[in-house]
């Protein structure tokens, strides 16, 4: 059907509640994922990054676990506070392959 | 370092008007990528380079958009001639290896 303008998934969390985003991803031969933040009026920032050998990799407060069987993402984020509100993006790519194919994101609201 | 820096930050221009934008990459990185992100289509590869080379440019929309690197630390993405549908945000990003992906703060275009 005629598109009307992407619908960005939402999240609101309570401050210093753990949040879990979400990435379903549809080509089975990706095998690097990769977790974007994009804060508003920014470019999107590098947060945390997968390959397909692993299925679970933490970096410093966020997390992020990978379910090759049914092409699932997921980004952990510990004790959420104000400064982690933004867009959040998962990223694959193949092989050689240099482009990153993007989600079209998910914006999470840390509520006070 | 002062990672991807882009100019102008902020465009408006008219319909049919010739639009430059600017990126340099980070030192080093052999890889460049232009991005067009709208709230229509989400974030969108338009061309990416390798070694000043472009590799695939798939991605872009029509004859009226351009882009080249002259060299290792300088790129551009010409609009000629603009038009209104053209209006998004522009990103640039450099990559020193496999995948990692560090993006500029981005142009907002709009064109009238």
């Known amino acids: 059907g005629e598109s009307v303008g992407l619908h960005l998934p939402t999240l609101s969390v309570q401050e210093g509640d753990n949040s879990i985003i979400n990435c379903a991803y549809s080509?089975?031969?990706?095998?690097?994922f990769i977790w974007y933040k994009q804060e508003s009026g920014k470019g999107p920032q590098f947060i945390i990054d997968i390959r397909s050998n692993m299925d679970k990799r933490q970096g410093q407060r966020v997390t992020v676990l990978l379910n090759k069987t049914v092409k699932h993402l997921s980004l952990q984020i510990a004790a959420t506070q104000p400064g982690d509100s933004a867009v959040y993006f998962c990223?694959?790519?193949?092989?050689?392959?240099?482009?990153?194919?993007f989600g079209s994101g998910t914006q999470l609201t840390v509520l006070p | 370092d002062a990672g991807v820096i882009q100019s102008p930050r902020h465009e408006v221009t008219e319909m049919g008007q010739e639009v430059t934008l600017r990126c340099k990459p980070i030192?080093?990185?052999?890889?460049l990528f232009w991005y067009r992100q709208t709230m229509m289509r989400g974030l969108e590869l338009l061309i990416y380079?390798?070694?000043?080379?472009?590799?695939?440019d798939s991605g872009m929309p029509e004859d009226r958009f351009s882009a080249k690197m002259p060299n290792a630390s300088f790129s551009t993405l010409k609009i000629q001639p603009s038009e209104p549908r053209d209006s998004a945000v522009y990103f640039c990003a450099s990559s020193p290896r496999v995948n990692e992906q560090f993006f500029g703060p981005g142009t907002r275009l709009t064109v009238l």
């Open positions: 080509n089975s031969a990706s095998d690097y």
């Open positions: 030192s080093g990185h052999d890889y």
């Open positions: 990223a694959e790519t193949s092989g050689s392959a240099r482009q990153l194919t």
């Open positions: 380079f390798n070694n000043n080379v472009p590799i695939d």
